[in-house]
């Protein structure tokens, strides 16, 4: 049996799966055990591929079916001749039948099962993280907890069942101990909590196996959609050998109070370079003759009531907010813009402004990062992290529209109910300017037609996958947010470049 790196575009909430599986199993003609022992062949050949001179082994097992997977992996490596180790946690309760059913075989096979109090071996290659599954809803508690800790400390990689144990599965949040893992195998389905939120922290590389339950996973209908370049031909389709400018849009982006220039220079560079047809852009005067000099492509004139006004009627699709700033000047060029019916995109001081004065409108894009998103629920930013498919599905109905929860693992939600997450981008993305640079390529693909959600998606995975593309040339540390101006025509035409599978 073979392991699976290519991962999946449907997501399923853990709690519609953990309800599911035995349909599902019945559905395929096996038992529960046969799916278990699948997940635990599943997880060994990962590891035996990951770390193949690995001889001593430490398998930590729960009191539950994550820990059933333990104890089969735990098997397969005692008969693949491995030193292996168990330390497991009990209860009071007795183990799920399929289970208990995987210790016992592990007992037959002359193996140990040791208490959680026990010495670990003075030497481990590698560690089994299956200690708790998809059903964890609140902080592991001891001895849980204790042996999360000492497996993060240990100088060995950890490789997770399913997910890593004190990871949340809906949410990806973590409210106490979680096992930092190297790998994670996980079955049948992906779950929203392994993209988004703590996942990157904690999950490592991830890999999937539908334990042969493809067929049935197929007709299955899922509420969310992992976003990769792989989808960007869904989108984005080759221009006609006869287009013209006036076929891809006219962008109007409003911002660049004084100190922020560089924010709406970013917005319109980065709209010109993913295929806007025109942009203009309305600014500080201060910032005319620099913008000019930079990018002579960008039509550039002085922000002021009337400049508005007439930009509001020449253009197709809006961009307020990239360094608008929040003084009379900012305040006023969007009270002349609010009630435009055009589609629009609202980002930084345009809704920290409408977290003051929020309202509700269906032709709206927002893309807040937590902090402003906090502002718009009026809550903490902890609140926001700690569910973040729930604060977009939030936003979405108080502000309609659009929403685009920026963050690792960024949450895309209609007001329709559509919902994505993005599994692209990388840490070299955390500095300034690289929201406006989103804000710019997102408004490009308004002005060239696409729909508010399609756009929103697209422009999420352009701007990652650029970011992704760029941290495999030169690492992370040190990116900046105009070194992805020259990569963006790679992903906004991806009929000419060989789209890697993700991994």
Avoid at 102 to 124: S, Y
Avoid at 285 to 309: C, D, F, G, H
Avoid at 460 to 475: E, Y
Wanted: charged share 20%; with cysteine; glycine share 10%.
């Amino acid at each position: 049996m073979q392991f699976s790196s290519i991962l999946p575009h449907s997501i399923f909430r853990a709690d519609w799966l953990r309800r599911e599986e035995a349909n599902a199993a019945r559905n395929a003609g096996v038992s529960l055990y046969t799916l278990m022992e699948r997940a635990g062949h599943a997880a060994f050949n990962l590891i035996r591929a990951c770390y193949p001179q690995a001889g001593r082994w430490l398998v930590l097992a729960g009191h539950g079916n994550n820990g059933g997977d333990a104890y089969v992996v735990a098997l397969l490596a005692r008969l693949a001749g491995i030193t292996v180790t168990v330390i497991a946690c009990t209860s009071s309760k007795p183990l799920p039948e399929e289970a208990a059913q995987a210790q016992q075989q592990w007992r037959a096979a002359g193996g140990e099962v040791l208490t959680p109090d026990a010495a670990w071996p003075q030497e481990v290659d590698v560690i089994v993280d299956g200690l708790l599954g998809i059903g964890l809803a609140a902080a592991p508690r001891a001895p849980y907890d204790g042996l999360i800790d000492a497996a993060n400390a240990y100088p060995a990689p950890v490789v997770a069942l399913d997910i890593p144990s004190g990871l949340n599965a809906e949410t990806g949040h973590a409210e106490g101990a979680v096992i930092r893992a190297e790998h994670t195998m996980t079955f049948i389905t992906l779950k929203p909590g392994l993209l988004t939120g703590r996942a990157r922290d904690c999950t490592g590389r991830l890999h999937h196996d539908d334990l042969g339950l493809t067929a049935w996973v197929a007709r299955q209908s899922a509420p969310l959609q992992r976003l990769t370049a792989e989808c960007l031909t869904t989108w984005l389709k080759p221009r006609r050998p006869g287009a013209h400018k006036g076929e891809h849009g006219r962008l109007l982006i409003v911002g660049g109070d004084e100190g922020t220039g560089g924010a709406i220079f970013m917005a319109g560079d980065a709209a010109l370079r993913s295929g806007a047809g025109l942009v203009r852009v309305l600014t500080h005067k201060n910032y005319l003759a620099a913008i000019l000099v930079s990018r002579p492509e960008l039509m550039v004139q002085e922000l002021t009531p009337e400049s508005v006004r007439q930009g509001l009627e020449w253009a197709n699709v809006v961009v307020i907010g990239p360094g608008l700033g929040q003084r009379e000047w900012g305040r006023t060029a969007l009270r002349i813009a609010e009630n435009c019916n055009k589609s629009m995109l609202w980002d930084a001081d345009a809704l920290n402004l409408l977290a003051i004065s929020p309202y509700k409108r269906q032709n709206r894009v927002l893309t807040p990062h937590p902090g402003e998103a906090a502002r718009l629920l009026n809550c903490r930013i902890a609140d926001i992290e700690s569910d973040r498919l729930l604060a977009a599905a939030k936003l979405v109905k108080r502000y309609g529209g659009v929403v685009v929860l920026k963050g690792a693992g960024t949450v895309i939600a209609s007001e329709q109910g559509a919902m994505s997450i993005a599994d692209v981008g990388n840490p070299g993305m955390a500095t300034g300017g690289m929201g406006d640079v989103l804000s710019g390529i997102i408004g490009a693909l308004l002005a060239q037609g696409l729909p508010l959600y399609d756009a929103a998606c697209a422009g999420c995975v352009v701007h990652g996958a650029s970011a992704d593309w760029l941290a495999h040339q030169q690492g992370t540390r040190g990116m900046l947010a105009t070194d992805l101006m020259a990569i963006l025509p790679k992903y906004v035409n991806p009929e000419r470049i060989p789209l890697e599978k993700t991994e």
